[in-house]
């Protein structure tokens, strides 16, 4: 009763037990979330959430488009957290660091929202406290991204401004307005440089000029615009497209509205509204059906540059990339560190992966690693785990397998030696 609680006011109590509902991910990594949250369901998404959010730093971004949403990152964290609306939503309640920060750098304005579908197949949590949590074998890539936003750093005075859309890819910059740095003739041309030299192609101006002039660095610019090196390449999916920054050079994912790192803003092609005179009728011919913009430009691209417009690679080229990524893969399960390494190897057992090719649930998860030398259950139980053969399987078997037999080579061949071999064509 009320007269009993009032009683035990100021009295010593022996406390038993306390629940978290929320940020426990850090701290208590083997609470069982059946005990504390709810599987999310499509009705819920579509009539309890106004999206899909995820906020981050504006220099993590990039690091985001590359490797996925994805628990842990950076952190201890077994979750990846999303809200169900935009701190500049009234409704948020829970979610989000802040409207504001001390720093523009250590500000989260970014606002990734992902496709409610996509999501609902990664079988999302509902917090009590209105938060969404994704288990740390749930991966959100840059193909499952709606569109980012970005809030100024003015606690919410301003209205957030697009800074990716996926319906921007394949486009290109006409103009910008520059940002937080002025673009350096130096810098452009000495990028022009390594493009030239890992494409194998001839310059055409004095790009090595310690003052390169403004038409120097335009014929530069006309060089890296559309061409990348393959270790900004390296860094995205295959089937990712490229635009460079025309101020700092970065290289950003194509649908990108502006840069990360210096702020300039872009404007495309499309932008630009064409002249009087040079607008199209009104009605087309009945028996003709006009190609759209995105349609264009991708046979333009191809004219202009043919296949390396697309970063496509020859089988060999491609063959030596993915070898290098299971390299890195490798490295890691033969670290020698009993502390690091074996709790890396327990924990990716666990998940039912494996130092023989890509992915999880490649095996029941039983297995324990007893060292970096222990690989597991062997190759025909990865193949026959889920049934049927699957052929991409087999190809990462063969991969992985050629990186180990690199590594472990007398005079081991590592990462660095195939940076050369991954463009040749012989």
Known sequence: SCMNDFNLIGKTWGLFAMRSVAGHSSGYPNINNE????????????????GIFHMCRRQALLSICQTGI??????????????????????NKSGGRGTSASTDDSFAGCCISVKRGRFLELEPWWTASGMLLLDPDKVV????????????????????????????????????????????????????LAVLKEHRLQSVGDYAA??????????????????????????????????????????????????????????FDSDVAPEKE????????????????????TLARASAYGSSAFHTRSDVGNFWREVAKAMKWQLRWMNLDRDVGDKFRWDCAKKGMSP?????????????????????????????????????????LHVHEMARFLLTLPTPFDVAHLQSLKLRQD
């Open 278 to 297: 040079e607008a199209l009728p009104a009605e087309q011919p009945s028996d003709l059906e006009p190609l759209a913009l995105r349609e264009v430009l």
């Open 35 to 50: 005990r504390i949250a709810a599987k999310a369901t499509k009705d819920c998404l579509e009539n309890g959430a106004s």
């Open 70 to 91: 994805q628990a842990g990152f950076g952190s201890t964290r077994n979750h990846a957290y999303f809200g169900c609306y935009m701190i500049s939503d009234s409704r």
């Open 356 to 396: 023989r090719a890509d992915g999880s649930k490649l095996h029941d998860g039983s297995w324990i690693p007893s060292g970096p030398d222990d690989r597991g259950p062997d190759s025909r139980e990865i193949l026959h785990y889920h049934g049927d053969v699957q052929l991409f399987l087999v190809n990462s």
């Open 141 to 192: 890539g840059i193909g499952d991204f709606e569109q980012i936003w970005v809030h100024a750093n003015d606690g919410l005075a301003s209205a957030p401004e697009c800074l990716y859309d996926p319906s921007r890819i394949g486009e290109s910059i006409s103009s910008y307005v520059p940002g937080r740095q002025e673009r350096s003739n130096a810098h452009v041309c000495r990028l022009a």
């Open 210 to 267: 310690d003052a390169p002039s403004d038409s120097v660095t335009n014929s530069a610019r006309g060089v890296v615009s559309k061409r990348f090196l393959s270790e900004e390449v390296d860094k995205y999916a295959d089937n990712v497209m490229l635009i460079r920054c025309p101020v700092c050079m970065l290289a950003h994912p194509s649908g990108f509205m502006a840069c990360t790192e210096c702020f300039s803003s872009w404007q």
